[in-house]
């Protein structure tokens, strides 16, 4: 009975975070415009100015959701040229990269601030669009 309860709260977890067809192809679509930096670029990239990076796999549902979301909020950046920058960091290739230091990602997705080289803090705010400006316009 316990095996059965076990495979039954794990199928339910992949459930809740598979995302349908539909949603993962807008993130596939949206990823194709999405500005990427891989583990061994981020240093170099982020060493001077401003930078919200999002980590997440693209396997995760969440990230999914959260990834077309991502690429309004790039544009409206780009659109409005405010001195941030955007990228993100695929955890699919680059798992540890994103739970080690100095980022400690421990779920998906997660936005990071970083300040010239040096992590500043986690975004504390939803995953949403008005949001997530709002945060980048206090900086």
């Known amino acids: 009975m316990q095996i059965k309860s076990l495979l039954l709260a794990t199928l339910s977890l992949v459930a809740l975070v598979r995302a349908d067809a539909a949603t993962q192809a807008a993130a596939d679509q949206a990823d194709q415009q999405i500005r990427f930096l891989s583990h061994d670029q981020v240093a170099s990239a982020t060493h001077n100015g401003t930078w ?9 549902g969440y990230t999914q959701r959260f990834t077309p979301k991502w690429l309004q ?14 990228a993100k960091i695929d955890c699919t290739t680059d798992a540890d990269f994103c739970t080690g230091a100095p980022y400690h990602v421990t779920g998906y997705p997660t936005v990071i601030l970083v ?9 504390p705010g939803a995953d949403e669009v008005q949001p997530l400006l ?6």
């Open 73 to 86: 909020v790039q544009n409206t950046v780009d659109q409005e040229h405010l001195n941030v920058n955007l």
């Open 115 to 123: 300040r010239n080289g040096q992590v500043a803090q986690e975004y």
């Open 52 to 60: 919200l990076l999002l980590f997440g796999p693209k396997w995760c």
């Open 134 to 139: 709002d945060y980048i316009h206090q900086l």
